[in-house]
C-alpha cells in the first residue's frame, strides 16, 4: 500500500466524518479525487478499493462511489488503527522548513513580478472563491498560488527548491484537506496578491509569514482534535 493512498483513505475517512454521510450516501467520484487532491488515478483506486474490502464503500459501475455501511464516531477511530499514524514530526518540520523559504518567495515575488504571475495568483484565487462557496477541497487552487509565487522570482534554484517541497508537503496538504480553514487561506491569498500587485515586499513578505504561522496553528489543532477522538 503506497503513502499516497494511505493518505486518500484518511482523507476519505475525515471526509465521511466531517460531512456526517449516512449509509447510502455519494462520495467524490475517481475523477473528482483526482482533481480535489492532484494525485494519481492508481492511488485513488487503491485507497477505493481497500475501503470497499473493508466493506466500508461500495463502488456502483457508472454511478459512482457509496458509503456502504453507517460509521459512527468511534467506530471511525478504531479504523484509522490500520491506516499508519501521521508523521507528525516530519509533517512539522516539513512547515517549518516551508515557511522559511515561502516568506523570502513572497518578498521577491512582489519585487519581480509580471502580469503573466498575476493572472495566474488572481485565477487561483478565483477558483479558491469558488472551492470555499462549494465547501470542496482547495488544495489545487492553494498549491498554484504557491507555485506562481516561487516562478514570480524569476530564480530557477528557488523554484526547483519549491517544487521538491511541494512533492514532500502534498501528503500535508491531504491530511489536512478537510480541516483547512478555508476563509483564512482565501484571506491572506488576497491580501499577498494585493501586496504583490502593489510590489510592496515587505508587506507581502510579512503576510506570507503570517499565513503559514496560520497554517502551522491549524494543524497542531487537528492534531488535537484526533488525539481527543482516540
Not at 86 to 111: M, P, W
Not at 149 to 156: E, G, H
Request: hydrophobic fraction near 40%.
Amino acid at each position: 500500500m503506497s503513502v499516497i493512498s494511505e493518505t486518500v483513505q484518511k482523507f476519505l475517512l475525515d471526509y465521511i466524518r466531517k460531512k456526517g454521510l449516512q449509509r447510502g450516501d455519494k462520495l467524490p467520484s475517481e475523477r473528482e479525487l483526482v482533481h480535489l487532491l492532484e494525485v494519481g488515478r492508481s492511488s485513488i483506486r487503491e485507497a477505493l478499493q481497500i475501503l470497499a474490502e473493508r466493506g466500508i464503500i461500495e463502488k456502483h459501475a457508472g454511478k459512482g462511489v457509496y458509503l456502504k455501511t453507517i460509521l459512527f464516531h468511534k467506530e471511525l477511530n478504531d479504523i484509522t488503527t490500520w491506516i499508519p499514524s501521521l508523521d507528525v514530526n516530519q509533517s512539522l518540520d516539513l512547515l517549518e522548513f516551508r515557511k522559511g523559504i515561502e516568506v523570502k518567495i513572497a518578498f521577491l515575488a512582489a519585487k519581480r513580478r509580471d502580469f503573466k504571475c498575476i493572472e495566474i495568483l488572481q485565477k487561483s484565487i478565483d477558483d479558491l472563491s469558488i472551492c470555499v462557496e462549494n465547501g470542496t477541497s482547495i488544495i489545487v487552487p492553494d498549491l498554484l498560488f504557491h507555485a506562481a509565487l516561487a516562478t514570480a522570482t524569476q530564480n530557477d534554484v528557488i523554484v526547483n527548491v519549491y517544487q521538491s517541497v511541494v512533492k514532500n508537503f502534498k501528503k500535508v496538504r491531504m491530511e489536512m484537506a478537510i480541516n483547512d480553514d478555508m476563509d483564512n487561506a482565501l484571506y491572506y491569498h488576497k491580501e499577498i496578491l494585493n501586496a504583490v500587485k502593489e510590489q510592496d515586499s515587505e508587506r507581502s513578505g510579512r503576510l506570507m509569514q503570517m499565513h503559514l504561522e496560520d497554517v502551522q496553528l491549524n494543524y497542531r489543532a487537528m492534531l488535537t482534535e484526533l488525539k481527543k477522538d482516540k
